[in-house]
């Protein structure tokens, strides 16, 4: 009679027709032969009582069992899972041991077919919504309804749930033992109404004491029973279930709440139940990746220390001291609160003056994360807030995913470029979805339209950069500080590439102090020849050129001085070796000491020192050509000031007059503003001028501000446009080292301006000597750094008549009191005049 390997299994519900993942401790190599002999065919039995292999007799045994294919044996931490798939059920007539192997012997046994293939559906069908009823009693039960629901047959169903309901060994057995079918699906049913009872009346009995203790135990049960109903799931299909577990672990983990959760949980399910294939199934499977990265408990933070706070500051940016002030006062807040107060930060200057990499500073000074969002050229809500998940390839938004990058709840997040934020089109207004993530009052449930869950911002430390405040939003505007950050003076420059830049340069490129060293001489003419910016990312740029130049010229130098070197040694061990006496000997070693020397003067020569007069060779000869000002200006050109996103500059305001019929005439790109200033300087100066014999009727005036290519807008011309004009008609011309800035009114006054440091800074690099200024805007001198303060002469102005008197030197006449009462005069005369 044939015999096969015997697999006992003890407490486990077997039928026939069903896969099992059976965890086998020990599987020797005999065993293994044995099952390859047999053509992957074993038979699994019941065991009455968990007992040795070797050590069981046929009393120890149920009488049946089933045949069932080896699919595959895999090792495991604790010995073999053996995947089988059982076929029919046997009776055992022997079992013996032989060797290490046991086996048996066997005679089918059939199963009476007493139900028909449609009422085993039924039953099916009720048996999986009585289990699928029960598991809602449990927290993870939907899962486990999961995998009730991809059961196919009665047997995989009984051999699934069964296995944790609180059955003994033999009742376990008498669903193999049956020979009926719907027998087996009424004792499976039975079996289920049992645990049922127990449920209920587990609940009934929580329900009335219904105390944390109760509770207590009730989740401790509870838990037990899913801590072994997952175990057998995880058996079933091991895959799927890691994934689901590695799920299950990183959201226990990230410690979200509880709201949170069941959106997350939803969408687990869904993935869990989706086929490989299925094209929703990458999505569910970014969500999932997305939220459980995301940190849902903020960090602990290290007490703010500002001695360490300023120390780090200090450490990382020369100068800028206010910005350091007003940042140290808001951590002395925090620390004194022990909590994020105070208003968000806006820092505000040219590109390239530290902005971004304060805020890097100000993360190390407190000790947190640090990411950042750029918002430049944001046009789309979607792009701030996410795409809801409907879309195709929809994503988180960019405040989302930063907080993602930086991998903490509580991180310090520098918004760079909130002024290039464009105005919302149909696709809703970015600026007001930012306006949710700053203000206090709601970032504390800011909805990512991709999450669809709440999370909480409160604890963010949010930095804004931008180049200019014009073109924020007002209600964004309102919600922050703004620190302005006016440029650097060629000074401070000089510092700070001294100081900072050089030595990052070097160390990026590999070079140390004994390669290359470079003079304060050649330092300032970097800044002055090639760099032309209020911050020092060019500089940056051109100390990185340098240092790179210098690098690869070491490096030739090297390689040719090796190969010099070589041929060098070879003669001196000659010489060496060839001397026999002593005294030869002393004159080879003095000779040696010689070679030493010179080896050590190489070395130093070998250092690289860039004086002024050798930029060019490094950087080029292209440096950058400044608008300086003239060596003289004709009547009607003056020097005026300008403001730039980029800093301050120089620009000239051209006027000349033609015959014509009293027209103005405007050029040079300018913005409406500008235009406005110059007919307010026009009619200003034909006030004046209405009682001299000047006449306008008959001339046009043209305005021209050269460098058409840049757009210029902005109210601080009008002084300089007033100014070229009375200079053009009194033919008096203006020093041309003298610059002026200031707008206009009708009666003559002269009105504050911004932009002051930066202007003020572009005058003095120019080479202006002396600066008009608007007398309302006196009280900004003091963030004007004394180096260029000490530089210019700088005079403030109330009104047009004492700005003329500074440039010109000449008293503008008075303006007519009754304009009305000579125009009409002027008609009268016309006719005179013409004739
Ligand atoms: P922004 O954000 O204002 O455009 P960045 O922060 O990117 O400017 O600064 C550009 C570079 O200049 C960085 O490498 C930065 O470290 C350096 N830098 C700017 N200001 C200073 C300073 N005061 N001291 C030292 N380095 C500075």
Same mark, same amino acid.
């Given at each position: 009679m044939k015999s096969y390997l015997v697999i006992p299994s003890y407490d486990t519900v077997i039928l026939p027709d069903v896969d099992y993942q059976l965890g086998v401790e020990e599987l020797n190599e005999d065993e293994k032969s044995r099952i390859k002999i047999d053509d992957n065919k074993v038979l699994i039995v019941p065991m009455k009582e968990a007992k040795g292999k070797m050590d069981l007799t046929m009393s120890d045994v149920y009488g049946l069992g089933v045949l069932a294919d080896v699919l595959d044996i895999n090792s495991t931490k604790v010995g073999y899972r053996v995947h089988a798939r059982t076929r029919e059920k046997v009776e055992i007539t022997s079992l013996t041991g032989n060797g290490d192997i046991l086996e048996a012997t066997f005679e089918p046994k059939d199963e009476v077919l007493d139900i028909t293939l449609k009422g085993e559906k039924d039953l099916l069908d009720t048996l999986k919504k009585d289990i699928t009823e029960l598991t809602t009693h449990f927290q993870g039960g939907q899962m486990a309804a999961g995998y009730v629901e991809r059961c196919k047959s009665i047997n995989e169903l009984g051999a699934m749930f069964c296995q944790f309901l609180d059955m003994s060994p033999d009742e376990k057995y008498a669903l193999l033992e049956t020979d009926s079918m719907k027998q087996r699906g009424l004792l499976i049913e039975e079996a289920l109404k049992r645990f049922k009872g127990t449920v209920d009346m587990q609940e009934a009995l929580n329900d009335r004491y219904n105390a944390t203790e109760g509770n207590f135990y009730k989740k401790a049960a509870i838990e037990k029973q899913i801590g072994l109903l997952q175990k057998e799931l995880d058996d079933m299909d091991p895959d799927a279930a890691e994934e689901e577990n590695d799920y299950r672990r990183k959201i226990e983990e990230s410690g979200m709440p509880a709201e949170a959760r069941k959106e997350v949980d939803r969408v687990l399910k869904r993935y869990m139940e989706m086929q490989p294939n299925d094209p929703d199934r990458a999505s569910s499977e970014n969500y999932l990746d997305f939220v459980t990265s995301l940190k849902w408990k903020p960090d602990e933070l290290p007490k703010v220390d500002l001695k360490e706070a300023r120390r780090i500051l200090d450490k990382d940016h020369y100068g800028l001291d206010k910005v350091k002030e007003r940042i140290l006062q808001q951590l002395a807040v925090m620390a004194l609160k022990n909590k994020q107060e105070g208003s968000i930060l806006l820092l505000v200057g040219a590109p390239g003056t530290g902005k971004t990499s304060m805020g890097k500073s100000i993360a190390e000074a407190l000790g947190r994360k640090y990411v950042r969002i750029s918002l430049g050229g944001v046009r789309d809500e979607a792009e701030i807030r996410g795409h809801r998940r409907t879309y195709v390839g929809a994503m988180p938004?960019?405040?989302?995913?930063?907080?993602?990058? &930086?991998?903490?709840?509580?991180?310090?997040?520098?918004?760079?470029?909130?002024?290039?934020?464009?105005?919302?089109?149909?696709?809703?207004?970015?600026?007001?979805?930012?306006?949710?993530?700053?203000?206090?009052? !709601?970032?504390?449930?800011?909805?990512?339209? =991709?999450?669809?869950?709440? =999370?909480?911002?409160?604890?963010?430390?949010?930095?804004?950069?931008?180049?200019?405040?014009?073109?924020?939003? !007002?209600?964004?505007?309102?919600?922050?500080?703004?620190?302005?950050?006016? $440029?650097?003076?060629? =000074?401070?420059?000089?510092?700070?590439?001294?100081?900072?830049?050089?030595?990052?340069?070097?160390?990026?490129?590999? /070079?140390?102090?004994?390669?290359?060293?470079?003079?304060?001489?050649?330092?300032?003419?970097?800044? &002055?020849?090639?760099?032309?910016?209020?911050?020092?990312? $060019?500089?940056?740029? !051109?100390?990185?050129?340098?240092?790179?130049?210098? +690098? @690869?010229?070491?490096?030739?130098?090297?390689?040719?001085?090796?190969?010099?070197?070589? &041929?060098?040694?070879?003669?001196?061990?000659?010489? +060496?070796?060839? @001397?026999?006496?002593?005294?030869?000997?002393?004159?080879?070693?003095?000779?040696?000491?010689?070679?030493?020397?010179?080896?050590?003067?190489?070395?130093?020569?070998?250092?690289?020192?860039?004086?002024?007069?050798?930029?060019?060779?490094?950087?080029?000869?292209?440096?950058?050509?400044?608008?300086?000002?003239?060596?003289?200006?004709? #009547?009607?050109?003056?020097?005026?000031?300008?403001?730039?996103?980029?800093?301050?500059?120089?620009?000239?305001?051209?006027?000349?007059?033609?015959?014509?019929?009293?027209?103005?005439?405007?050029?040079?790109?300018?913005?409406?503003?500008?235009?406005?200033?110059?007919?307010? +300087?026009?009619?200003?100066?034909? &006030?004046? =001028?209405? %009682?001299?014999?000047?006449?306008?009727?008959?001339?046009?005036?043209?305005?021209?501000?050269?460098?058409? #290519?840049?757009?210029?807008?902005?109210?601080? #011309?009008?002084?300089?446009?007033?100014?070229?004009?009375?200079?053009?008609? %009194? %033919?008096?011309?203006?020093?041309?080292?003298?610059?002026?800035?200031?707008?206009?009114?009708?009666?003559? !006054?002269?009105?504050?301006?911004?932009? /002051?440091?930066?202007?003020?800074? #572009?005058?003095?690099?120019?080479?202006?000597?002396?600066?008009?200024?608007?007398?309302?805007?006196?009280?900004?001198?003091?963030?004007?750094?004394?180096?260029?303060?000490?530089?210019?002469?700088?005079?403030?102005?109330?009104?047009?008549?004492? +700005?003329?008197?500074?440039?010109?030197?000449?008293?503008?006449?008075?303006? @007519?009191?009754?304009?009305?009462?000579?125009?009409?005069?002027?008609?009268?005369?016309?006719?005179?005049?013409?004739?």
């Open positions: 938004g960019r405040i989302m995913e930063g907080i993602k990058r &930086s991998g903490a709840m509580n991180p310090v997040v520098v918004l760079d470029e909130v002024d290039k934020l464009t105005e919302g089109g149909f696709s809703g207004d970015p600026s007001s979805a930012l306006l949710e993530v700053l203000d206090p009052e !709601q970032n504390n449930t800011f909805v990512d339209h =991709y999450m669809n869950i709440p =999370y909480d911002l409160s604890n963010v430390f949010f930095i804004c950069t931008a180049n200019s405040w014009d073109t924020i939003p !007002q209600p964004l505007l309102d919600r922050m500080e703004v620190i302005q950050l006016s $440029g650097y003076t060629p =000074y401070e420059k000089e510092q700070i590439a001294k100081k900072h830049l050089l030595p990052r340069a070097m160390e990026d490129t590999g /070079l140390t102090r004994k390669d290359l060293s470079v003079t304060d001489g050649a330092i300032r003419r970097i800044v &002055s020849e090639y760099t032309s910016e209020a911050g020092v990312r $060019g500089l940056k740029k !051109q100390l990185d050129k340098l240092c790179r130049v210098v +690098a @690869a010229k070491l490096v030739e130098k090297r390689m040719e001085e090796e190969s010099g070197a070589s &041929s060098e040694t070879e003669e001196k061990c000659e010489t +060496a070796a060839g @001397a026999e006496n002593t005294s030869e000997k002393t004159a080879a070693s003095e000779k040696a000491d010689a070679e030493t020397e010179k080896t050590e003067k190489k070395e130093k020569s070998k250092k690289i020192t860039v004086k002024e007069k050798d930029v060019p060779e490094y950087l080029g000869n292209k440096g950058i050509l400044h608008d300086r000002v003239q060596k003289h200006n004709p #009547a009607g050109i003056v020097t005026g000031l300008a403001w730039t996103q980029a800093g301050g500059e120089i620009l000239f305001i051209e006027t000349t007059a033609m015959r014509g019929s009293g027209q103005i005439k405007l050029t040079g790109q300018l913005g409406d503003v500008m235009k406005e200033s110059a007919s307010i +300087a026009a009619s200003l100066l034909k &006030s004046y =001028y209405i %009682n001299s014999d000047l006449n306008f009727r008959e001339r046009d005036i043209h305005i021209h501000v050269p460098e058409g #290519a840049v757009p210029k807008d902005g109210p601080s #011309a009008g002084i300089t446009m007033f100014t070229a004009l009375t200079s053009l008609v %009194n %033919n008096k011309p203006v020093p041309s080292d003298l610059a002026m800035t200031g707008e206009i009114s009708l009666r003559g !006054q002269v009105l504050p301006i911004g932009g /002051l440091p930066e202007k003020l800074m #572009a005058a003095q690099r120019a080479g202006v000597k002396k600066v008009l200024i608007p007398k309302d805007n006196e009280r900004d001198l003091e963030d004007v750094p004394k180096e260029v303060r000490d530089h210019l002469t700088i005079v403030p102005v109330e009104n047009v008549r004492q +700005a003329i008197r500074e440039a010109i030197g000449i008293e503008l006449p008075k303006p @007519a009191h009754n304009l009305f009462e000579k125009m009409k005069g002027d008609e009268e005369n016309e006719p005179a005049e013409k004739k």
